[in-house]
């Protein structure tokens, strides 16, 4: 999933991946020092869950917009993960890896964002 992941925001012209972790720990390093656009992290990652991780995130980089990507998507969830700072739960089961990419398309327009963003992965996610 995180290599498709990967391999789409790739394919984006005005998008840069700049990172990729494997746990939510090194997430939030990477996130602290490459200060993206746009955070992507999976619910279930080693370290701490995505939840843990979006509340120190916010802290470090509160003008990254996070996503979290997760089996487990459900109205409680969401509802969580809103109150940490993330802007969207994505349902791995509904819509996959192009519901990520539709999402931050999305938001991009939404917040009218300067081409040549910068895209964080995290966690089981992509990157």
């Not at 459900?74 to 940490?84: K, T, W």
């Not at 995290?122 to 990157?127: F, I, L, R």
Request: negative net charge.
């Amino acid at each position: 999933m995180r290599r498709a992941l990967r391999a789409c925001l790739e394919l984006t012209p005005d998008w840069e991946v700049c990172g990729e972790a494997e746990s939510g720990p090194a997430g939030i390093e990477m996130v602290r020092s490459a200060k993206p656009d746009v955070v992507l992290l999976d619910y279930a990652m080693p370290g701490m869950n995505g939840l843990e991780a979006a509340r120190q995130i916010a802290v470090d980089a509160p003008n990254s917009m996070m996503f979290l990507f997760t089996m487990y998507a459900s109205e409680q969830l969401s509802e969580l993960a809103q109150s940490v700072g993330v802007r969207e739960v994505i349902s791995k089961a509904v819509g996959g890896v192009g519901a990520i990419v539709r999402a931050i398309q999305d938001a991009a327009h939404a917040a009218q964002t300067l081409p040549g963003a910068k895209f964080q992965a995290s966690g089981e996610v992509a990157s």
